[in-house]
């Protein structure tokens, strides 16, 4: 080779010349025949610029291995691949070092947290304070003036009357229809319908939005017949408190309480007895001299006594459930009282000692005995003590 033939080779994006062999392939100049690949073919196309690649139009066969090839974006250079179950398991190992990691961090803070932990308190300020208790007032006072204006009485229902009609009771506690509902005085609603209707025990009031009040009374249930001074009889209850006059005729219907009297009784009132009275016939002073019709009894025993020991066996009988069967309480000589059950039993009380249980052993004597017999009953304690004596009449 020439020196030009030199240069020539040696220019930059000049090539040797190739020989080829007889089926066309080029020959390297040591004889190897070169490899025919795509990325060669590249790097030479790059190297020529302004060449085109020559087309290949045979049909190739391109050989693949014989491991498929499975591309790890995030596997570096160099590093064995792994199958999908191990890495799982590695994901699962760095979690559970991870939670192991942030249950010590939590083990150290809570030991090293101090047991108790300091506040600094905030300032006190009056003025504050005394501008939210005004707010709160100002907000209750405006809705409760809201409720009074908006909700009125309409309706008034009447519960547990049978002495007295709906309408009565209504008009005695002094509701009217238009009121606040809200600003109702119940207590003096109350004491109106006590004061004005004398059967009525107790008295309870209640208010249902938007617009009813609800009153629910309890009436006496048994009421006694007591005599006054000028001989007209009245009707009081066990509590001692006077219901209504009745004449002689109605007086016969109840229970009668003889050996006291009634000092101008006024209905719905507490009653009062008569201080000194007229004796009756045959009547025993407590020492047990008898006292001649028309003298006064000692002062000794006033009509106050005999009134509150009449009131407590009132009080006994009905705790017995047996008020409807006695005829008469006789309260004239403390020391030997006496009732009638019914026209049967003329029963001997005593004196005004251990009275619940006398009634009592009454009651349950009277029980024991036949309908038809007839007789005194002894429960005084005096005679047999603590065990009741029957005596049948002659």
């Known amino acids: 080779m ?10 930059p994006g000049r090539r040797p010349a190739e020989r080829t062999d007889a089926a066309g392939h080029c020959a390297a100049p040591g004889g190897e025949r070169p490899r025919a690949d795509a990325r060669q073919n590249a790097e030479s196309t790059r190297r020529q610029p302004g060449s085109r690649p020559a087309r290949d139009t045979e049909p190739r066969q391109i050989e ?7 591309f790890h974006p995030n596997r570096q250079p160099g590093q064995t691949p792994r199958d999908p179950q191990s890495a799982r398991r590695a994901a699962q190992r760095r979690r559970s070092a991870q939670r192991a990691r942030e249950r010590k961090e939590q083990e150290k803070r809570r030991r090293h947290r101090p047991a108790v932990s300091y506040t600094q308190p905030r300032p006190f300020h009056l003025n504050t304070l005394l501008l939210q208790i005004a707010v709160v007032l100002a907000v209750v006072a405006a809705i409760t003036m809201g409720l009074s204006v908006f909700f009125k ?10 002495a007295y009609g709906a309408w009565t009771v209504q008009e005695a506690s002094g509701i009217e229809a238009g009121d606040r509902l809200l600003s109702l005085n119940n207590a003096r609603a109350c004491g109106k319908i006590k004061t004005a209707l004398p059967y009525v025990d107790t008295v309870r009031i209640g208010i249902k939005l938007p617009d009813t009040v609800n009153i629910y009374i309890e009436e006496f249930d048994v009421a006694y017949a007591i005599q006054t001074g000028d001989g007209t009889w009245w009707l009081m209850t066990s509590q001692g408190k006077a219901v209504e006059q009745i004449d002689g005729g109605t007086a016969g219907s109840y229970t009668k309480v003889l050996g006291v009297t ?20 045959s009547t025993q002073t407590e020492e047990g001299a008898t006292v001649p019709a028309g003298e006064t009894i000692p002062v000794t025993v006033t009509g106050t006594d005999r009134l509150n020991a009449a009131l407590h066996i009132l009080s006994c009988l009905e705790n017995n459930d047996i008020v409807g069967e006695v005829a008469s309480v006789d309260v004239s000589s403390l020391s030997n ?17 251990d009275m619940e249980k006398k009634i009592t052993y009454m009651n349950r004597a009277i029980s024991q005995l036949n309908d038809y017999e007839m007789g005194v009953l002894d429960v005084s304690f005096t005679t047999w003590p603590d065990q009741p004596g029957y005596t049948p009449f002659e």
């Open 2 to 11: 020439n020196t030009k033939d030199k240069k020539r080779a040696a220019a």
């Open 64 to 70: 693949s291995s014989a491991e498929e090839v499975v």
């Open 153 to 162: 009485v309409k309706n008034v229902v009447v519960y547990g009357n049978r």
């Open 262 to 281: 009634l000092d101008n009784p006024v209905e719905g009132e507490p009653v009062k007895a008569v201080i000194t009275q007229d004796a009756p016939a």
């Open 337 to 353: 009282i006496e009732l009638w059950y019914g026209q049967r039993f003329q029963v001997k009380l005593g004196d005004t000692g």
